[in-house]
């Protein structure tokens, strides 16, 4: 039986919308597959891991569709047809917990499951909080945070993104607990407060799915499910159980000492010294003096890297250690031209934020011992 006759892209480009939930080995063999459902000239794909979901829809026009509904291996369908030429018509026949994946004289038979075998993570049936704002803006926001979610902490309020909206204000926050990336923007609807924290999985996927246009994304915000819906793709996801920390007694204020940067001079600087820095620790130290920011990194083999910047400063000295990781990504991920660094004392976080942004985005970075 003939399901889909295709030009390859129209089943590639949903699939490659999909595939980055499955996981390539799960105790659950089924979720390293992909649900593919025809109806009329609808085609559906679905991906999940129980947590988060990806569901896709396209309209095939120069098909010939039956209805049905079947589970295969995602990567080996991917892999499939992205071999093909893009000019290429694909064929998808099924018969007998088999579809063969026709082009050409390219024949591909591959094992499929029932698709009523999947399991699929069901919307929350209950209000939610629904914000509609640009898909530029969400992606933005999650791009200018999401490098400081830590990764398999036992915190596991911290392997995540925290979302708030408070009246007009929509902010996003993430946390190592070494660093700290925050960022905000107004959007046009006023709302109650509600916050709520994405999985670092969902949060991955949605950069990579939202677009850089002002086309708009719907957020359905629930207690313990967060539904996104885009172009023609819906994400719903869990969110994660806990309390995330209160960001507002870790961003500091009143910072006397302040060095403004070219962002660029500052990130190649950094590059150059973290050569000779300690594989293990990463440490940096930042040396203020009248005039002068000096970069110094040392390793185990007592090999040392210099690099001096000059600046506007005339306040009292400082010497100060950093991970000189968690200052690359902060540089690597900002956009503008200046960055402005305020410092307390030798014990005290780091402050950095971006001139042309206000108060819309902060990151802090605690200092370590070198």
Known sequence: MIIIRSQRDRILEPLQSVIGIVERRHTLPILSNVLIETEG?????????????????????????????LTLSARKLYDILKSFPVESVITFEAKDNRLTVRSGKGRFSLQTLPGGDFPQVSVVNEPGKVITLSQKLLKGLLEKVQFAMAMQDVRYYLNGT??????????????????????????????DKIELILPRKTVSELIKLLSVTDDLVKMTLRENQ???EFADIELVSKVIDGKFPDYTR?????????????????????????????????GVRLLLSKNCLAIVCTNNE??????????????EALDIGF???YLLDVLNHLTHDKVTCSFGDANSSMLITDPSQGDQFKYVVM????
């Open 41 to 69: 000239t609808n085609l559906y794909m679905t991906a999940t891991d129980l947590e988060v979901q990806v569901k896709t829809k396209s309209t095939l026009t120069e098909q010939v569709i039956e209805k049905s509904s």
């Open 162 to 191: 925290l979302i708030s909206v408070n009246e007009n204000q929509l902010t996003v926050v993430a946390t190592d607990g070494h660093r700290l990336s925050y960022a905000t923007e107004k959007i046009s609807e006023h709302h």
């Open 226 to 228: 967060v539904v996104f």
């Open 250 to 282: 870790v961003i500091p204020v009143n910072y006397a000492k302040h060095i403004s940067l070219d962002r660029v001079d500052l990130l190649q600087s950094l590059q150059r010294a973290s050569i000779l820095s300690n594989e293990k620790i990463r």
């Open 302 to 315: 007592q090999e040392e890297a210099q690099e001096e910047i000059d600046i506007d400063y005339q306040q």
């Open 323 to 325: 991970n000189i990781s």
């Open 367 to 370: 200092p370590m011992r070198i």
